[in-house]
């Protein structure tokens, strides 16, 4: 990574790829295998009402561009509000498993020719209609569990191999807007009621509180935990060009306050391989890559700097980072994605 601030234009260059969908795209998620297999993305469509899609594509850098796969694209109740492949890669597997979510969760099994639905599985215990999820996580320690969040106040956490509800948590005083896990039984999640709170399925009557918004009742987004130091926390707050570090042993006070978008924040991941590297993105256009300073280091008083910046030329609504490909970034622009060698 260079120490200096650097801007990319939104053209194509062996270290910018792009997709044109014919559908505005928000939902995105890269899959679990590793290399020698190319990254491999399933984007959801964001269309007002019924009919939606997800469309799966994979990078092809000798026709330098995202390939489309048909066969493994399908037709989606309602625009997806988060996708996640298995966060286990099964090499030798000839399918793959995908979850989604909207009014309910849903478990998709694709292979090279078809895409079967396996399940749904809805929040209600006590009818058929559900309150719209959010977002949801796939644990990786434990990968039968996948918690949900809700506008209902609740997280609900799922043994997927049973298909049943394992707990169901009151998380909030107003509507939970994401959630995510830190190990097997750990979890935290964001409200409309501005805090971060942390859960542990071993003791479900009692949340602890690491943050909350300076204004009251200024609602926080969305929560990225790092995976790679699980002391850290990131999230952004509704309307704000911020994006603000927790660390859970000194709760309620940010490590830092990466202010340098000009316009809201949208989207926000944490580097899969570096413990302070994270990336941000929002309406001003831009993707910045931070380095988060040290435990204990002095911060200047005019804050932090990027130490990459990217320029795509429309606002960005959704970033997520590969995991198995750790120098691929992807974003979503209109009805653009955009993947960016970091």
Known sequence: ??????????????????????????????????????????????????????????????????????????????????????????????????????????????????????????????????????????????PRRIGTSSIDTTCTVWDIERGAI?????????????????????????SADGSVRIFDLRDKEHSTIVYESPRPDTPLLRLAWNKTDLRYMATILMDSNRVVIIDIRTPTVPVAELQRHHASVNAVAWAPQ????????????????????????????????PALCYTAGAEINQLQWSATHPDWIGIALANKVQLLRV
């Open 274 to 305: 570096a413990a302070r590297h994270i990336c941000s993105a929002g309406d001003d256009g831009q993707a910045l890559l931070w380095e988060v300073p040290a435990a204990g280091a002095t911060v200047s008083p005019d804050g932090i700097d």
């Open 166 to 190: 394992e707990t169901q948590l009151i998380a909030h005083d107003k509507e939970v807007y994401d959630i995510a896990w830190g190990d097997a039984g750990v979890f935290a999640s964001v």
């Open 1 to 142: 990574m260079e120490s200096s601030t650097q801007e990319s234009p939104a053209t194509a260059t062996k270290n910018t790829y792009t997709f044109d969908s014919p559908h505005p795209v928000y939902a995105m998620a890269f899959s679990s295998l590793p290399a020698p297999s190319p990254p491999r993305l399933a984007l959801g469509s964001f269309i007002e009402g019924y009919a939606n899609r997800v469309d799966v594509v994979t990078l092809d850098e000798e026709a330098r561009s995202l390939r489309p796969e048909p066969s493994s694209s399908f037709d989606h109740p309602y625009p997806p509000t988060k996708l996640m492949f298995h966060p286990w890669s099964l090499p030798n597997s000839p399918f793959s498993l995908l979850a989604s979510s909207s009014e309910f969760l849903r478990l998709w099994r694709l292979d090279s020719s078809s895409v079967e639905l396996r399940s749904i599985l809805g929040n209600s215990k006590s009818s058929e209609f559900c309150a719209p999820i959010t977002s949801f996580d796939w644990n990786d320690a434990e």
